[in-house]
């Protein structure tokens, strides 16, 4: 879905009725330039390869829940070309369009912090007058350490947090970082936070830590994205009724694989 596409509408439900996942957030085009080796400052570097491919957090996760064979939608600005400037954020009016009956699971990549959370109180809304078959979870990453997106933590049922806001708290690791952040989520919440090769920990709603190992290829080849495949495959676990420890795992496993190639195709 494209925001302010006024004629467009949600998707069916996939195969069998069965409700979708939606990722909010941004879609954009990434330009990869391969070199022989880590370019030192002030160099020129001559380029082995260069691709272009879709890329940005949202549309990133998008791709890899599709390629793990879960119904999902993308919710964002699309651009006409191959290339624009200035495209416009969804906002919360945008998200009013959307038919929440259609979705199971709801994530937001934080970036204009104060309109998302107006979607996530809207979705809050939609819960309360629903039986709990029929709730959406709502899941956030809060990747940039900005002081305006960290008030989102508070609103997720499952709250992913990169290494790079960890460590702006002056957290050493996973765990120092939930125990620390844990107050900041909403009663009930899991949060999750990896960190590259050390894996992934995780705090469930009854405050148990849980732990997965990395799952590093055999030869390192793209991490572009990993992150992004992360997240997805915890919440295709998640949303599939598996324990924390085994989305946690899972993701990681996925994660490992996605580093051995180049792109998405080939991750499953």
């Known amino acids: ?24 957030g941004l879609v954009c085009l990434d330009i990869i330039s391969v070199v022989e080796a880590y370019p030192a400052e ?13 890329g940005g957090n949202a549309s990133n996760s998008c791709t890899v829940l599709a390629l793990l064979g879960a119904p999902c939608a993308f919710m964002g600005s699309l651009a006409p070309g191959l290339a624009a400037e200035n495209l416009p954020e969804v906002t919360a009016r945008d998200f009013e ?32 007058a629903r039986p709990p078959a029929e709730r959406v979870r709502t899941s956030v990453e809060v990747e940039k350490p900005r002081a305006e997106l960290l008030p989102l933590m508070g609103l997720g049922h499952v709250v992913f947090i990169s290494k790079d806001v960890a460590q702006h708290f002056g957290y050493r690791s996973a ?3 939930l125990r620390g952040l844990r107050s900041r989520v909403q009663p009930g919440a899991t949060l999750i936070c990896a960190w590259a090769e050390a ?31 992360f997240n997805a495959a915890v919440i295709f676990a998640l949303s599939a009724g598996r324990s924390l420890q085994d989305a946690l795992t899972f993701g990681c496993q996925i994660a490992g694989r996605k580093c051995g190639i180049q792109g998405f195709d080939g991750i499953v």
């Open 1 to 24: 879905m494209a925001a302010g596409a006024a004629d467009r509408r949600d998707p069916e439900p996939g195969p069998a009725g069965e409700k979708r996942i939606l990722c909010v």
């Open 175 to 177: 765990p120092e970082a």
């Open 199 to 229: 894996g992934a920990d995780a705090v469930g709603p009854g405050g148990e830590l849980v732990h997965s190992d990395a799952f590093p290829p055999e030869t390192l080849v793209d991490t572009l994205g990993a992150g992004d495949t």
């Open 97 to 128: 369009r959307v038919d929440l009956s259609q979705y199971k699971w709801i994530h937001w990549e934080a970036r204009n912090a104060a309109e998302q959370a107006a979607m996530m109180r809207r979705v809050e809304r939609h819960n309360r």
């Open 42 to 54: 002030d160099s020129d570097t001559r380029c082995v390869s260069q691709r272009w491919q879709r």
